[in-house]
């Protein structure tokens, strides 16, 4: 079974492994060559989407789940 990894405030990893990535039009989307995993884009600030560039750490990305502890540490 693959395992995907969320990164807290950061990409899926996700294994490469029988895996195929497919756009909203339905076209497959080439994997990297030899790596065995990828890290897929959560804040939506990438230059190479849907593959993560480190981005989210420049525009402060948050999770939903740690966005939402801190609104809840707020009230």
């Given amino acids: 079974m693959p395992r995907i990894l969320i ?3 950061g ?3 996700v294994p490469t492994e ?3 990535l497919v ?3 339905g076209n497959v989307i080439p994997l990297p060559e030899g790596k065995e995993k990828v ?6 600030a990438s230059s190479r989407k849907p593959f993560c ?9 948050q999770g939903a789940m740690e966005a939402a ?3 809840d540490a707020a009230k």
């Fill in 7 to 9: 990164r807290t405030n």
């Fill in 23 to 25: 756009d909203a039009d």
């Fill in 39 to 44: 890290s897929l884009c959560r804040c939506g």
């Fill in 53 to 61: 560039d480190g981005t989210h750490s420049k525009v402060g990305f």
């Fill in 11 to 13: 990409p899926y990893v």
């Fill in 69 to 71: 502890a801190r609104q």
């Fill in 18 to 20: 029988g895996l195929e």
